[in-house]
């Protein structure tokens, strides 16, 4: 049924371009309007339930981390003095924010102070703890004191959120730890209209310090991933899908395949950005889970070949280890755990895992080798692969459960521990391999997966050191030591290098990426 939506759809479509809402006519301005399988949420940047797309049109941190390093945006240029604490930033004279008020070093400090007073909401990123001050030099100056050195201080600088900027208008009570009443930023789009699990608009910035956007206007539509998605593509109501902050895609390979083959679309696929992986509760004590062997053999159970070729259609690389080779430290020589079912099947004999007369599940002391896996429920892709993968534990002797939720909902069983496996992937290229491993010590992220960990204190010990090294050959061997480590202790079981993936109307142009995950630059985008 879902293969003739498809093909029903794709013949309506060329009827419909013409007259799209979306892509409108020759007369009619043209604008994005985009799928998306959750609302925008609260878009308060110093929180997190808010949409990252949503929020990086809107917002923006004092740098920007390019492909080329850490490079200029609100702040024009910055000192960093000789003992690695102290951080002058020298800002842009000619920004505003959307209500009109200046963006200024006062306006730097009210902002961060109010990050800062929320700390226990940002122990996930370490430069929340190293930050002693915020401090104003002059109108266009500001100096950020830190307690110690601290090497990835402009990266998370730069990140999609906190440390971001909001008008101190729309602060309450002088902080946003407990809402905000408006959301005006300073970057390329203003939100206009939000319409709860709707839609939301944001219209260009005409007076934005980097100029003003060619697209004046997109929507984030809020649509179920799938056939949804295929209707109103074929009516109009949509022109643009793109993998999202959760890493969910809209639309299956093979559909988006086909979509390009009509000619109304383009696919865009940015470079390797991430590691898409089964989480697994090391400190679940009792639990099958908490036992190395087990994870191990559910590592060699996992035939990553065939999920990136059928599963994947081959638009994502299988993955081998925790990070690919082209994030920085990562390029490591790591032991290979390959697909091997009778290696998975050796290990669970040797660890006493046995299959008794007439049963098909494995049981060791009266207790079942079963255990729950946890996957996006608006994910087509992590819901085929949570199927293929409960068929191939099958065939070793373990029982794999599959449970669908929100993503705020699996979110939520990451950081209290509530979980036996789970779909996750790591932070991406611009924030890795520093942020992802930073959040091995947090319990709102990685800390349940880590801690059941035979040399976990150690392990966490190594990470304190790595993040204030100040020389690269220790820096370099203190990550070597981390990523063999959890390696070794098979937590992070790894599936695919995932990429960012457009579906776009055919003549949208100026389609590039960010080396975040979590963003597009859809400022630099316009129609031919």
């Given amino acids: ?315 994502e690389s299988p993955a081998e280890t925790l990070f690919s080779s082209n994030v920085n430290y990562a390029d490591i020589d790591l032991q290979k755990r390959a697909y091997d079912p009778e290696k998975a099947k050796t290990l669970l004999e040797e660890a006493g895992w046995i299959v008794e007369e007439g049963q098909a599940v494995r049981s060791k002391n009266g207790n079942p080798l079963a255990m729950k896996v946890y996957f996006d429920i608006h994910s087509n892709s992590q819901k085929t692969q949570a199927e293929f993968i409960q068929s191939s534990l099958k065939t070793i002797g373990v029982q794999m459960e599959l449970v669908g939720e929100e993503s705020s909902s699996i979110a939520n069983r990451r950081s209290t521990g509530d979980y036996d496996l789970l779909f996750n992937q790591t932070w991406g290229l611009a924030y890795d391999p520093q942020s992802t491993i930073s959040a091995f010590t947090s319990d709102a992220s990685y800390l349940h997966t880590t801690k059941g960990m035979s040399n976990a204190d150690q392990l966490y010990q190594k990470i304190e050191e790595v993040m204030v090294s100040k020389d690269e050959p220790s820096r370099e061997a203190l990550y070597k030591d981390i990523l063999t480590m959890v390696h070794d202790e098979a937590v992070f079981i790894p599936l695919t290098n995932g990429s960012v993936t457009i579906v776009a109307p055919a003549d949208l142009q100026d389609i590039t990426f960010k080396q975040t995950q979590f963003e597009l630059p859809f400022e630099r985008m316009s129609f031919k």
């Avoid at 993998?243 to 639309?251: F, I, V």
């Fill in 1 to 315: 049924m879902f293969t003739s939506l498809i093909t029903a759809a794709l013949v309506l479509i060329a009827g419909c371009s013409e007259k799209s809402t979306a892509g409108g006519s020759e007369n009619t301005p043209k604008e994005i309007i985009y799928a998306s399988s959750k609302d925008i949420n609260d878009m308060n940047p110093h929180l997190y339930p808010g949409s990252m797309p949503a929020q990086g049109k809107v917002y923006e941190s004092l740098v920007e981390n390019t492909k080329g390093g850490i490079k200029p945006l609100l702040a024009e240029s910055w000192d960093i003095s000789q003992d690695g604490k102290v951080y002058t930033f020298h800002l842009r004279k000619d920004v505003t924010f959307h209500d009109g008020a200046p963006f200024n070093a006062e306006a730097v400090k009210q902002n961060i102070e109010a990050v800062q007073s929320n700390a226990s909401k940002h122990s996930w990123i370490k430069l929340s703890t190293k930050i002693e001050s915020c401090n104003v030099i002059d109108e266009h100056t500001v100096e950020l004191r830190l307690s110690e050195a601290y090497y990835p201080a402009l990266v998370e600088l730069s990140m999609t959120r906190p440390y971001v900027f909001i008008s101190p208008k729309s602060f309450i009570n002088g902080e946003t730890k407990d809402g905000v009443s408006s959301f005006n930023g300073t970057g390329p789009y203003i939100l206009k209209e939000h319409q709860v699990d709707q839609y939301a608009t944001f219209e260009a910035n005409e007076n934005y310090w980097g100029g003003a956007p060619s697209i004046k206007k997109i929507t984030s539509k809020v649509l179920p991933a799938g056939e949804t998605t295929y209707l109103a593509l074929q009516k109009g109501e949509v022109n643009f899908v793109f993998t999202d902050d959760r890493g969910t895609d809209s639309l299956d390979v093979e559909a988006m395949n086909t979509l390009a083959d009509s000619g109304n679309y383009q696919i865009v696929r940015s470079e390797p950005m991430n590691t898409k992986m089964i989480v697994v509760n090391s400190s679940k004590s009792g639990h099958p889970v908490s036992e190395k062997a087990v994870r191990e053999a559910i590592w060699h159970a996992v035939d990553r070949e065939t999920i990136s070729k059928q599963i994947m259609n081959g638009s």
